[in-house]
T-cell receptor, first 113, second 110 residues
């Protein structure tokens, strides 16, 4: 079945550091890919998405590119802030409007001032 | 306006009790979900409804019973609560290939 693998956390960075959180997936066909973010004590928010190969999703300075050849959707940000501290989830939705999201295990990011 | 709203946000209850979590979406979406987030933050789908009909039931114990009175509402009723039911429960709805989540309901069973 479909699955998502994220890099293990936690990740601790200093403010203004470069962030990469790796995400790879296994799925048949062409899934849609997502990054969700969960701030402490809050719900899940959609951060960005990409629906086909080579698409780049971006939001709030975060970017991720859908790489079909490497089945990856790595999350990047050039300069993190303390307010980016959260848990980040990579997820996929299967081809053809599959009814459910499959999530990775989440990566906790802590940014120190 | 909150697009997907669920109540209560926090719930502490004793083992053996029966409790419900309500969810409403004002987005006009046909498909709604319940997801469970365990203590390790892992998210897993429980149920999915499309226009009031059950379409996904991911081997959830039958103590959990979803009910959808109309396509804007999907409530979750839990009978005979157990310690292991302590988790965050997220309601969600779908438009196209994008799923939007509510704020979560933090359930603690003591």
């Amino acid at each position: 079945g479909d699955s998502v693998t994220q890099m293990e956390g936690p990740v601790t960075l200093s403010e203004e550091a470069f962030l990469t959180i790796n995400c790879t997936y296994t799925a048949t066909g062409y899934p849609s890919l997502f990054w969700y973010v969960q701030y402490p004590g809050e719900g899940l928010q959609l951060l960005l998405k990409a629906t086909k190969a080579d698409d780049k999703g971006s939001n709030k300075g975060f970017e991720a590119t859908y790489r079909k050849e490497t089945t990856s959707f790595h999350l990047e940000k050039g300069s993190v802030q303390v307010s980016d501290s959260a848990v980040y989830f990579c997820a996929l939705s299967g081809q053809g409007g599959s009814e459910k999201l499959v999530f990775g295990k989440g990566t906790k990011l802590t940014v120190n001032p | 306006d909150t697009a997907v709203s669920q109540t209560p946000k926090y719930l502490v209850t004793q083992m053996g009790n029966d409790k419900s979590i309500k969810c409403e979406q004002n987005l006009g979406h046909d498909t709604m979900y319940w997801y469970k987030q365990d203590s390790k933050k892992f998210l897993k789908i429980m149920f999915s409804y499309n226009n009031k009909e059950l379409i996904i039931n991911e081997t959830v114990p039958n103590r959990f019973s979803p009910k959808s009175p109309d396509k804007a509402h999907l409530n979750l009723h839990i009978n005979s609560l157990e310690l292991g039911d302590s988790a965050v429960y997220f309601c969600a709805s779908r438009e196209g290939n994008t799923i939007y989540f509510g704020e979560g309901s933090w359930l603690t069973v003591v």
